[in-house]
Nanobody
Framework: QVQLVESGGGLVQAGGSLRLSCAAS????????MGWYRQAPGKQRELVAT?????RLNYADSVKGRFTISRDTSTVFLQMNSLKPEDTAVYYC??????????WGQGTQVTVSS
């Protein structure tokens, strides 16, 4: 089992910044993918960014150049700059240890006001 605890969401004005953190514990494996997805009201959950334990990055086109994902052994971060109202969503931390199922955090609300 893997436990994911997120922090850092909140309310910010358009153009502002927020930093999300997600601490993983349990059987996360030395080989894994961690990252962030988001879900806006009435929409499907979508990829924001992921990073492998080897450092391979993947970003959604909508956040490239504005968001930066980083990590250490068991914590993943999402630095969000130049936030837009359309970034408003619940952000979910994600972890897939090698050979295991997907794990999700409880979600943290990010609201960007115009």
């Amino acid at each position: 089992q893997v436990q994911l605890v997120e922090s850092g969401g909140g309310l910010v004005q358009a153009g502002g910044s927020l930093r999300l953190s997600c601490a993983a514990s349990g059987r996360i494996s030395s080989s894994n993918v961690m990252g962030w997805y988001r879900q806006a009201p009435g929409k499907q959950r979508e990829l924001v960014a992921t990073i492998t334990s080897g450092g391979r990055l993947n970003y959604a086109d909508s956040v490239k150049g504005r968001f930066t994902i980083s990590r250490d052994t068991s914590t993943v971060f999402l630095q969000m700059n130049s936030l837009k109202p359309e970034d408003t969503a619940v952000y979910y931390c994600y972890c897939r240890p090698y050979g295991q199922d997907d794990y999700w955090g409880q979600g943290t609300q990010v609201t960007v006001s115009s």
